[in-house]
């Protein structure tokens, strides 16, 4: 059914890093999700106002809740598909995540409404009437609802957008929360006992917390998160293709909305080539990634002395020192200054955020090993650094 749609109403649907193509993605996910919640509201509403049930009622809204954030998700998508302009010269693409914000506060509202008006009912129970439309609406629901989180996990993952993948996390919660309402409805038969506020309670617990992961998810991409793993092998994989180039680090990346990304990274080359040449293949690299991944780079070029051989096998003892010390450390940028006297060794660490190591710890043991290994008049000058990888 999802490609059917797709097929149906996405023009292009394969070209996803077009933003326009994304837009076209966003009004179908938003056009679904309008049409199936307004209709589970009507139905549910009506059920649950004819048989007294509030937790019935309390999903109903959740379902209305669902389609007030389908139509903001709409609106988001066709403002981040909005082309890049001398105020925005990075484009729109991060409305996409105020959109989520603005949906997590509009869940945020409706829970703790359902959550009042649930723990009045526990306060003033009110009898209710099971009946067998009510059970089967709430389970066309659940499988609705079921559906609708594989439409919208299906397309947020082929277009890599965190709104569809939070919409379809927001559908799983609800067949938790419709499953809730029909144990409450259902336990009206054997027990006076108010089950169905406690369900109303549970149901608009969820409501909450679906819209507090939805804010968390949205503060990070703000923020800023480190750059996913599979994203920096594909770009490491691209750079060091060519043989000319030595190593790689220093790699950021910088997330301005879906399919707007901006990278730049340091590439080792051999002094010895020639500059030309070396920046050819810098501009082919450069252009490689942005065709294959979206993403506009920048690489800067360090030069190796590796004609210096007594400096490439210091370069390599301090990185199996750096090994010993501990997973994740690594040093880049080496450079060796020995004069007349004692050498002095210039370098950077990358520490992980987790190191158990202090930098004076650090800056302490690498000149330990220099002074144990080359000299007591042997210093090391280093600048620390941070993997902004996962």
């Not at 879906?258 to 080539?273: D, L, N, Q, T, V």
């Not at 030309?276 to 070029?301: P, Y």
């Amino acid at each position: 059914m999802t490609d059917f749609l797709v097929r149906l109403f996405i023009k292009d649907s394969e070209n996803v890093s077009d933003m326009k193509v994304r837009e076209r993605y966003g009004v179908l996910s938003s056009g679904v999700g309008i049409a199936c919640n307004i209709l589970l509201f009507t139905v549910k509403y009506l059920i649950g106002a004819l048989s007294g049930s509030i937790s019935v009622i309390s999903d109903a809204f959740n379902n209305l809740s669902d389609s007030a954030g389908c139509i903001v998700t709409l609106i988001g998508y066709k403002m981040a598909a909005k082309p890049a302009d001398k105020d925005h010269p990075f484009g729109h693409g991060r409305v996409e995540y105020l959109t989520s914000l603005i949906i997590a506060a509009v869940i945020f509202l409706m829970g703790f409404e359902l959550l009042k008006s649930s723990g009045e009912r526990l306060a003033s129970p009110a009898e209710v009437t099971f009946g067998a439309a009510s059970v089967v609406s709430l389970i066309a629901s659940i499988l609705l609802k079921l559906w609708m989180s594989a439409f919208n996990n299906k397309l947020g993952r082929r277009i890599n957008s965190s709104v569809m993948l939070a919409t379809a996390q927001d559908s799983r919660n609800d067949v938790i929360a419709t499953a809730a309402a029909l144990i409450g409805l259902t336990a009206s038969l054997f027990t006076s006992f108010p089950i169905d506020g406690i369900m109303g309670i549970v149901v608009s617990i969820f409501i909450i917390r679906g819209g507090f992961g939805i804010i968390r998810d949205t503060v990070d991409e703000l923020l800023g998160k480190p750059a996913d793993r599979e994203l920096v092998e594909k770009i490491r994989d691209i750079v060091m293709a060519d043989e000319r180039i030595l190593g790689i680090h220093d790699l950021v990346v910088h997330n301005y909305g879906p399919g707007k990304m901006i990278a730049s990274c340091h590439a080792e080359a051999s002094s010895e080539e020639r500059f030309e040449d070396i920046h050819e293949l810098v501009d082919e690299i450069e252009r490689d990634i942005a065709e294959k991944l979206g993403i506009m780079m920048t690489i800067h070029m360090d030069p190796v002395d590796v004609s210096n051989k007594e400096a490439m096998s210091i370069r390599d003892a301090l990185k199996d020192f750096a090994k010993g010390l501990g997973d994740g450390l690594n040093i880049h940028d080496f450079r060796m200054i020995a004069g007349s006297g004692s050498p002095t060794f210039i370098f950077d660490v990358v520490v992980p955020y987790d190191f158990s190591l202090s930098e004076d710890e650090i800056r302490n043991a690498f000149g330990g090993f220099a002074a144990d290994n080359f000299g007591e008049g042997a210093r090391v000058v280093i600048t620390f650094d941070r993997d902004f990888a996962k």
